[in-house]
């Protein structure tokens, strides 16, 4: 792409081509401790006291003044995905993984195809490498994904396809069945299938990756099992995909202690089976106390809901704000919709005894 030039304030460097056109992204991360964090769908009450437990006892400053290891997780975590160790990668979140994706399969001006709206990274590395971003739209009525409009969509010049399922913020999914449609006619595409709320629906494109060689699944630990502040996930393919993604990924991306934090964390299930089991419980309360309120909503299959506030969207989200409740206003992209995320039941009846008194 060419550099075209433009006036810049003195002392600043002109950036490449593809970061000039890029609008900004800063999601309000500040201040949040202290609140209830309804707002970016992490787990709610943290993560297993049993990986806190065992960080006390084996972080050292030894292992601290050494560089990662990653074999022995890595034979660990394929087990509990239920994979092989040369069929995936850990990454520093899913923002990695869709960065390695990206910076292996995708060139300067390549057709990108993402849903709109969807998870914001997509969109940001498919700018930030340069490509030709196509959007397709969810069905306004539900919220439904668009599976025969993003099949005519797909061209055998579309280098790659970016997906959450179920997706963020419509909490709505699409079936095992029409992933594989999707892989079948984007067969020289590369197709993420991002799980990062996979615990909450049941649904996952993993036992497929042997079928077809250009899907791409991954999956993360800063939902359900309560670690985003570890910053680890995983991207899974074919091991000769695996070998690029390799290359095209800095050595040390992930460290020590989100590996040993994920030791701990995929030796307690009994841990995220319950949390998964409070919030589908905690969802369906919210549905009843959204209904009382006459607030329609979509249903979700993820940790978070997102209803109609119409034009009191922003209003909402400062007033509950103030109130010391945190939701994300997502009426900039889905016209009034304000997004929840779902805790535990005690925590919805919170959020909708504090909505009560301003709705
Ligand atoms: C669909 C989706 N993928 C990935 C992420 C972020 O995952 P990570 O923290 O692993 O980078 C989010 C977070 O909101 C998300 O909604």
Redesign the pocket.
């Known amino acids: 792409m060419a550099n075209r030039k433009i006036d810049l304030p003195p002392g600043v460097l002109q950036p490449r081509e593809a970061v000039l056109k890029m609008a900004p992204y800063s999601p309000p991360t500040a201040g949040r401790f202290g609140k209830l964090r309804l707002d970016?769908?992490e787990n709610t009450v943290g993560a297993s006291p049993k990986v806190l437990e065992y960080l006390r006892e084996h972080l050292t400053e030894d292992g601290l003044s050494v560089y990662p290891e990653y074999g022995e997780i890595k034979r660990e975590l394929a087990e509990f995905f239920g994979v092989d160790p040369d069929d995936f990668i850990l990454?520093?979140?899913?923002?990695?993984?869709?960065q390695v994706l990206i910076n292996t399969y995708v060139d300067d001006d390549d057709e990108v195809l993402v849903l709109q709206p969807?998870?914001a990274?997509y969109r940001f590395y498919a700018e930030v490498a340069g490509a030709a971003v196509r959007t397709i739209p969810y069905r306004r009525e539900k919220l439904a994904f668009p599976l025969e409009e993003l099949l005519q969509t797909i061209r055998p010049t579309t280098r790659a396809i970016l997906i959450?399922n179920?997706?963020?913020?419509t909490g709505t999914g699409t079936s095992r069945a029409g992933i594989e449609r999707i892989l079948e006619r984007a067969a020289g595409a590369a197709v993420l299938i991002?799980e990062?709320?996979y615990e909450f629906c049941g649904v996952t494109a993993l036992p497929l990756l042997n079928d077809y060689p250009n899907l791409f699944v991954?999956r993360?630990?800063?939902?359900v099992f309560g670690m985003?502040a570890m910053?680890?996930?995983c991207l899974f393919s074919q091991s000769g995909n695996v070998d690029f993604l390799h290359k095209a990924q800095s050595p040390y991306s992930v460290n020590s202690v989100a590996v040993m934090a994920a030791r701990a964390a995929i030796q307690d299930r009994t841990y995220i089976e319950k949390y998964v089991t409070e919030v589908l419980a905690a969802r369906e309360l919210l549905y009843v106390g959204l209904e009382k309120l006459g607030i329609k909503y979509y249903e979700s299959k993820?940790n978070f809901v997102l209803f109609e506030a119409g034009d009191r969207a922003i209003p909402l989200r400062d007033q509950l704000r103030q109130r010391g409740v945190l939701v994300r206003d997502r009426s900039y992209e889905i016209a009034g919709c304000v997004r929840v995320t779902v805790g535990t039941r005690d925590q919805v009846r919170r959020f909708l005894s504090e909505l009560e008194q301003i709705w």
């Open positions: 970016f769908n990454t520093n979140g899913t923002d990695e993984a869709i969807s998870y990274m959450a179920p997706n963020n913020p991002d990062a709320y991954s993360t630990f800063s939902k985003a910053r680890l996930g993820a």
